[in-house]
């Protein structure tokens, strides 16, 4: 039976579940071993950047701006804050070149709102009795683990094809001044893949809010990460931000995590004069600085955003294969039950599969059984709750072509099941 | 005059001002431009470490326990575990291997202790009205920079040629309970150079304190930076703590900033294990871990403990002469006025220079009007503020030795100047 499960004929689905059942434990019996876990690159991507290894010289650490091997500087080396502000597509006196995680540059700048007013902030949200984001969810988990370990309460707000549904965003900050931030990834949202439209991004920058210290974390990890010829714009939130008089609102973060090396790369965050003068005081108590000797061997391996473009399409070559290998396992194998959606990302990393309310667990439970492991169920909603308990994101970046085709077998299988269960 | 100014008659000190001030404004004639002001090391130093620009290579990183350019591992990498394990005279599962600033161990460690309770804490930290510190001083400023960013009350004690005044520390601690911690260097201590006697470390370990969750931070900022062939010995906090029941007091750090290159060296933390697992579950949160290529460079590059301590013997000799100028300086040129006392630092990176009270700041001015920069006075006492205004940082590693003599005639001059000025 390959027709639409919902529009079938009771007996017809318990026929079909009987089938699907024997499918699954077929697939149990092959005892596959395969990770989908992950948004992590591949070793054939990794080796892209291996230049980076050897790619400066003695002379290079002792040139230029002073003698880069030693102390001194806490905001980046002026070539990687020339570099890193085009990549973020401002100016290099707009942004703060870090070490290899961006998510501290995101933690940090939460832990010290906490503990020191943020510019334009009645008091360090610490001292306050309850402080709340705003968590477009599907979403992505380190964001909102963030906020759970300090407590910050997530209120879920749903994200279409153009971003969050604003409407809901701008009811919820006009309200509640307790409400300090919201989570954006703009760009190839994890997981779901879509874009921020400009007016979404118009309306973050312009909206009204109860809360003066009201920021938008701006994860823009996927900026430059296409998997299409045509590429979709997405408009500048600090000049946004700027041009409606909230630049203290906008605080936009990038990395090279997944161009470079993913764990040996560089962070950027870019945002206004005054939030950026707040972060590098805070920094300078914190740290002796990023490692500016690491920043310099990206900015001699990339050149400039053209030489970065050109290595995303080395990138992009190699993941698009396995981003095909979903899209048409899913169209083969499962499309035609009608139980199930799939995402059509046009670059990130990753794939969002929504299937029937009550059954992502299920699905998890069922192609765990049978070897392929998925993020765990909920993990793309705060506290890791799926009201609906049907999403799941795919990632399909670290297997292999081969290996995403078996998992795509076992994961579409084990959809089916889930489903013919409940609908039964 | 080269006798001592405090037994001189009245007449003959100013008839010695009026010589000293003749030299001083001679000095401010030649304009020199010398600074002593930061312990950072010369590039000759750092020429020593240039082999890990290119020490490993693709096969490398690809080698062993898994892809280290990846994402993954919140506490180092294996090797580079066993290394810094040796390096901080403990196992490999009681380091945590960080990024390139063990400066943003210790403030992210105290952070994690003001939002969330440390083992064996009632509360966390920031939940408390007061919170308070001892701060042996003169001590290092950014220590106390920390302090002072987070409203951390700073109580200052002596510290001697054996460590802080314990007498002092154990009441204190005993009475309050709102100490919640100490700050020691306790090997070449900066800036008096003094080593923690046994009997020092295992008062640290045994004291009572009425802080059920206080925590001595220690940072082994020098553990292997010796200038002598006869090294004291430092007995091992984290032993004597378990010894004495006290595992979880123990917060021990250090870095490769000295040794390898200052800004991109890898730091390391030593503690017990519900500290670690603590430390590991906050960090999780805050950022994807450690460069684990950078990691793997320093091991490649250093390969065992006893390259480590090869590789500070060649240090040794870079530096060596620079302190010597220092002390045959003092020694020929100030030591007879009998007006101010200089430290015999057997490693480390400064010297401590104490002239009579009421007169540092009034040094480091004059200093600064002949050219030459010295720490701000006060700069090593909480607040920047020294009770007797008599405490002075020499910083001799970074200007060559001929820089060093000429600097240190103006420091010396300037020294007799202020001081007669004072005992007039």
Chains 1, 2 share one sequence.
Not at 17 to 46: F, I, N, W, Y
Not at 127 to 138: D, G, Q, R
Not at 216 to 232: C, G, I, K, P, S
Not at 369 to 387: M, N, R, S, W
């Amino acid at each position: 039976m390959t027709t639409d499960y919902p529009s079938a004929a009771p007996d017809e689905r318990a026929t079909e579940l009987a089938r699907v059942r024997a499918v699954h434990a077929e697939q149990v019996r092959r005892g596959l071993s395969l990770d989908m876990t992950r948004g992590k690159p591949c070793p054939e991507q990794l080796d892209l950047a291996n230049g980076l290894l050897t790619c400066i010289s003695v002379a290079d650490v002792r040139e230029a701006m002073g003698d880069i091997r030693n102390y001194g500087g806490i905001d980046g080396i002026p070539e990687a804050k020339a570099l890193f502000g085009d990549y973020m597509g401002v100016g290099s006196e707009e942004v703060i070149v870090g070490g290899n995680s961006s998510l501290a540059l995101m933690h940090d700048s939460i832990v010290n709102a906490w503990l020191r007013p943020v510019p334009g902030a009645p008091a360090a949200w610490g001292k306050l009795p309850n402080i709340a984001f705003l968590c477009p969810s599907p979403g992505y988990d380190r964001h909102f683990a963030i906020c759970e370990s300090l407590g910050i309460e997530m209120i879920p707000v749903a994200i279409g094809a153009d971003g969050p549904d604003m409407d809901e965003v701008e009811a919820l900050v006009a309200e509640r001044s307790d409400i300090k931030g919201i989570w954006c990834v703009p760009r190839y949202s994890n997981p779901t893949g879509i874009v921020y439209s400009d007016d979404t991004v118009t309306r973050l920058a312009t909206m009204k809010t109860a809360a003066p210290d009201f920021r938008v974390f701006w994860d823009n990890a996927y900026a430059v990460h296409h998997l299409t010829e045509q590429v979709r714009p997405l408009r500048n939130l600090l000049r946004a931000c700027e041009q409606a008089g909230t630049a203290d609102r906008a605080l936009m973060f990038g990395s090279t995590s997944k161009i470079s090396f993913a764990g040996a790369g560089v962070s950027v965050m870019a945002s206004s004069p005054a939030n950026l003068s707040y972060q590098k005081k805070a920094m300078s108590v914190q740290t002796i600085g990023p490692d500016k000797v690491n920043q310099l061997r990206h900015v001699r391996f990339f050149g400039d955003l053209d030489g970065i473009h050109t290595h995303m399409r080395r990138h992009a070559e190699i993941i698009l294969p396995k981003f095909a290998a979903v899209s048409s396992a899913f169209e083969s194998l499962l499309d035609a039950a009608r139980v199930a959606t799939l995402s059509r990302p046009e670059g990130g990393y990753f794939f969002s599969l929504d299937s029937v309310p009550g059954t992502a667990q299920r699905i998890v439970d069922l192609a765990a059984e049978a070897g392929v492991k998925l993020t765990p169920a909920g993990a793309t909603f705060p506290y890791g709750k799926d009201p609906n308990d049907q999403n799941i994101r795919l990632a399909p970046t670290l297997p292999g072509k081969a290996e995403i085709a078996e998992a795509m077998e076992v994961i579409c299988n084990s959809v089916r099941y889930a489903c013919l269960e409940t609908l039964k």
